[in-house]
């Protein structure tokens, strides 16, 4: 439809992988070298400057396969939950997905006895297929970043820092997937289209006390009924500091925008003195 056609090419705009005469860019022509969504491109290539690639590698594998977490068998869902527990990241689910295929890798590579790794999989109610997938797509990701010459970091999971690198990573590319929760129950209001979702069941905050109030997620589904899936919280500071300019002026009024509004009118001054200093 012409509708999702001019809509594909304002979010390749505003991902800044198309120059004024609607080619790709400099920067696009590197991205379409990754078989990824563009969003999913941009924010890989952002954590060349983060020096959090290793760590985006992972997360852009886990998010291209199919979702690990399998539907649990009735009567043992407060189990399966139990065990994915173990993986949860208080970061949010970008970051818990890097738990669960370390542990994978880590079951791969000491097996004590053949067929370990599906009972492992098996014990946790996660798919071996998704995370073998995973491990596929990512090796594949590292051959294409050597490739064109990319610098691929050392892990650091863990460390603030690091943890702060995969957050501005994730929004470089992903400042279009932000949501508020506008009542303090996990009603997600969405700031580009103002449809309201839910956290989706496999997500890490699902059912717990503490819900995030502003979120970048990963997708929205209606099949899944209006649900946000591989959801991380994120401060309005960050989400100001990095959101270009005139997206953001394109948005559609709401509440949550003027929140936004105040924020980069407050950063505004400091980051003026920033340009001087520079």
């Known amino acids: 439809a012409p509708e999702c056609l001019m809509q594909a090419l304002e979010d390749l705009d505003y991902l800044a992988a198309l120059d004024n005469d609607g080619n790709l860019s400099e920067f696009g022509i590197i991205m379409?070298?990754?078989?990824?969504?563009?969003?999913?491109?941009?924010?890989?290539?952002?954590?060349?400057?983060?020096?959090c690639v290793d760590e985006m590698l992972t997360i852009a594998a886990m998010v291209t396969a199919p979702s690990c977490f399998l539907h649990a068998p009735p009567g043992t869902e407060e189990i399966a939950r139990t065990r994915w527990g173990r993986f949860s990241h208080p970061a949010g689910d970008h970051f818990t997905l890097i738990n669960v295929f370390n542990a994978f890798k880590a079951a791969t590579a000491n097996p004590t006895h053949p067929g370990n790794t599906e009972k492992w999989c098996r014990d946790y109610f996660l798919s071996c297929s998704a995370l073998s997938m995973a491990g596929l797509i990512r090796a594949e990701?590292?051959?294409?970043m050597k490739r064109i010459e990319l610098p691929i970091?050392?892990?650091?999971?863990?460390?603030?820092?690091?943890?702060?690198?995969?957050?501005?990573?994730?929004?470089?590319?992903?400042?279009?997937?932000?949501?508020?929760d506008v009542d303090g129950s996990?009603?997600?209001?969405?700031?580009?289209?103002k449809q309201v979702a839910q956290l989706h069941p496999f997500s890490s905050y699902y059912?717990?006390?503490?819900?995030?109030?502003?979120?970048?997620?990963?997708?929205?589904?209606?099949s899944d009924g209006n649900s946000i899936r591989v959801v991380s919280e994120i401060s309005p500071h960050l989400f100001a500091e990095l959101v270009p300019q005139y997206y953001f002026s394109n948005l559609p009024p709401s509440e949550s925008k003027d929140i936004l509004q105040e924020v980069i009118n407050h950063l505004a001054p400091v980051s003026a003195t920033k340009e001087e200093q520079k």
Not at 32 to 51: G, M, T, V
Not at 207 to 222: A, D, G, K, M, Q
């Open 186 to 193: 996990g009603n997600y209001l969405m700031l580009t289209h």
């Open 141 to 144: 990701l590292v051959e294409i």
């Open 32 to 51: 379409s070298e990754f078989p990824l969504d563009p969003q999913l491109s941009k924010s890989l290539l952002a954590s060349c400057e983060f020096e």
């Open 153 to 180: 970091s050392e892990p650091d999971f863990g460390s603030e820092e690091n943890l702060l690198g995969i957050k501005k990573a994730l929004l470089s590319g992903y400042f279009m997937h932000i949501a508020r």
């Open 207 to 222: 059912n717990t006390r503490r819900i995030p109030e502003w979120v970048l997620f990963h997708e929205f589904s209606i």
